[in-house]
């Protein structure tokens, strides 16, 4: 059973940084997929980076490209989404979720099997 932990959220003000970690436990050997996602109050729950554990392909939503870099160490199973140059705009409970296996030709979790918590993110000054 695949099981998910997030950490880093936080205060930070804007242009500022944050690193959230996912720590994953369950996973299939070099055979899933993790992403981050994110939901405001009031607005659906949207993917904003993903990577898969097949190759390391990277997804990221055109809003934070550039801002935002997913990351993965292979030795914990751990995924990083490390975020700059932050905005009001990124305020969110960012989650993360899995699938392992993972479905092919996709680099984000497409079934969802597992979801963390969530990890509260707000930016502000």
């Known amino acids: 059973q695949v099981q998910l932990v997030e950490s880093g959220g936080g205060l930070v003000q804007p242009g500022g940084s944050l690193r959230l970690s996912c720590d994953a436990s369950?996973?299939?050997?070099?055979?899933?997929?993790i992403g981050w996602f994110r939901q405001a109050p009031g607005r659906q729950r949207v993917a904003v980076a993903c990577?898969?554990?097949?190759?390391?392909?990277?997804y990221y939503q055109d809003r934070v490209k550039g801002r935002f870099a997913i990351s993965r160490d292979f030795a914990r199973t751990t995924v990083y989404l490390q975020m700059s140059n932050l905005k009001a705009e990124d305020s969110a409970v960012y989650f993360c979720?899995?699938?392992?296996?993972?479905?092919?030709?996709?680099?984000?979790?497409?079934?969802?099997?597992?979801w963390g918590r969530g990890t509260q993110v707000t930016v502000s000054s």
């Open positions: 369950g996973l299939t050997p070099d055979n899933w997929a």
């Open positions: 979720a899995a699938d392992s296996p993972l479905v092919r030709g996709y680099y984000c979790p497409v079934h969802k099997n597992a």
């Open positions: 990577i898969s554990g097949r190759d390391g392909n990277t």
